[in-house]
């Protein structure tokens, strides 16, 4: 095997587009980190095989933040708090209609075990991919833009290396392993900062422009394991 890096950061996002959440350690099943978007708003209307909202109709959406607490029964129970402050359950109504006046569109929530992934479970980016973007952009450097579930620290310092490990296995950790399917092609979500809401559409030309539209890789878990920041990452030869 032979060394890439070390984990920087994992993360999940309990609701699809919403903001993500930090993670000093996980598990990876075979359906990914447990409560990655197992919840998603569907617009009622669509008929399409792409239904969710995302930010792409509704940009405030990634302001909104889930977190995931476990019960003394064991029960996980997910709650939303919104941009304005107040706290609701994932599942209540009250969040439902705020979203649905918000957005203009009728809506469902979806509760999905397997997870409303856009390609596969888990997504991959290096710090350099990054900071190389930032660089061409003219803009400032912000992961959680990207919305990575494992954000990694290049041993080479080579941006869009990962990119390169499409077809190959990294292991993750003393257990993981993750078969790395395809690049990751990116839509209009990364120009927009969670925190503001604010967009900087020279983010996506210039992913488009310089690099095919693609930062980072998708993948699926071969063989579970639990994973933690500072974890070091290898490709199986």
């Not at 990655?36 to 669509?46: E, K, P």
């Not at 918000?102 to 290096?126: F, K, Q």
């Not at 078969?179 to 809401?197: F, H, M, Y």
Request: aromatic share 6%; glycine share 8%; proline share 5%.
């Amino acid at each position: 095997m032979n060394s890439v890096g070390t984990i920087l950061q994992l993360a999940r996002y309990p609701v699809k587009s919403m903001r993500g959440e930090s993670l000093s350690g996980a598990a990876l099943t075979l359906q990914g980190i447990p409560e990655d978007r197992r919840y998603a708003f569907v617009q009622a209307a669509s008929r399409t095989d792409f239904p969710w909202l995302t930010a792409r109709q509704f940009p405030e959406l990634l302001r909104y933040t889930p977190a995931v607490e476990e019960e003394s029964s064991g029960e996980i129970v997910v709650t939303v708090t919104t941009p304005s402050g107040a706290k609701w359950p994932v599942d209540s109504e009250e969040l439902r209609r705020e979203i649905e006046a918000r957005s203009g569109r009728t809506l469902y929530l979806l509760r999905n075990g397997r997870g409303s992934y856009d390609a596969a479970p888990i997504s991959v980016l290096s710090r350099q991919t990054i900071a190389r973007i930032a660089a061409e952009s003219g803009t400032e450097e912000n992961a959680w833009c990207f919305r990575p579930n494992l954000l990694v620290d290049l041993q080479d310092g080579g941006a869009f290396k990962e990119s390169s490990w499409v077809g190959g296995i990294l292991r993750v950790g003393d257990t993981a392993r993750i078969a790395i399917i395809k690049v990751d092609q990116r839509c209009v979500i990364i120009t927009l900062d969670p925190e503001s809401g604010e967009s900087s559409p020279s983010v996506l030309r210039c992913v488009a422009q310089n690099h095919g539209k693609c930062a980072g890789v998708y993948g699926t878990v071969l063989t579970p394991g639990e994973v933690r920041a500072g974890d070091p990452v290898w490709l199986e030869t």
